[in-house]
């Protein structure tokens, strides 16, 4: 059964609901890991348990997603939650295997920016395992499911190799590090929903 869109909207208006939502969940993401991070592991012993965290994070990002689009989209919160988080799982265990990989593009000295191929194979990876647990959470069939999986690589591959490069470009002493870092997770958010709203345009147009 494919996934109901509730009623006829103009595209630019889902698009921009969906880049909000889309953005506000990555957000959403960031900051729990870092409140996360903060927590003594005395106190709480599975705190570096990373399947735990990934898939707890990926769960509310699936949350927002289901509270932001619920007017839109007749998918429930479960559906939501689980395919989300089993992608966010499965992508972040590729993206961290495809940083450890440190193929290069342009090599700097010691101590300054490295410009590497990682971000654009780790995000690609990342994305097609996002899009395969929404396409499992929507129900989609072959088709659909083709164009919105291509629309999360391209869309992840993009923002996290621009995001890195700006990164490259733009970064300045010591203590600005910590404004280039958050200015790269803020693209990542702003590019990859840039390009999946695009994608969510295709699909929803074959929505009955």
Do not use: C
């Not at 990555?26 to 927590?39: D, G, K």
């Not at 395969?132 to 129900?139: E, K, P, V």
């Not at 088709?143 to 629309?151: G, I, N, P, R, S």
Request: proline share 5%; charged share 10%; hydrophobic share 55%.
């Amino acid at each position: 059964m494919q996934p109901e869109l509730r009623g006829r909207h103009r595209p630019g208006s889902l698009f921009i609901r969906w880049w909000i939502i889309h953005l506000a969940g990555w957000t959403a993401v960031l900051l729990l890991f870092m409140l996360w991070e903060q927590i003594p592991i005395s106190s709480l012993p599975l705190r570096d348990n990373f399947i735990l965290v990934a898939l707890l994070l990926g769960a509310v990002w699936g949350l927002v997603y289901w509270r932001g689009l619920r007017s839109r989209f007749n998918i429930s919160v479960l559906r939501w939650m689980s395919g989300t988080a089993v992608g966010f799982f499965a992508g972040g265990t590729a993206l961290i295997w495809a940083q450890l990989r440190d193929l290069y593009i342009l090599t700097t000295p010691p101590g300054s920016g490295v410009l590497e191929w990682d971000p654009l194979l780790g995000g690609a990876l990342f994305g097609l395992a996002l899009g395969l647990g929404l396409s499992w959470a929507w129900r989609l069939p072959s088709l659909l499911m083709l164009k919105w999986t291509v629309a999360h690589v391209v869309g992840w591959s993009a923002a996290l190799f621009f995001s890195h490069l700006t990164l490259y470009l733009l970064r300045g002493a010591p203590p600005m590090a910590h404004l280039w870092n958050l200015l790269e997770l803020l693209l990542q958010g702003g590019i990859s929903g840039g390009v999946t709203g695009l994608g969510l345009l295709l699909i929803a147009t074959d929505i009955p």
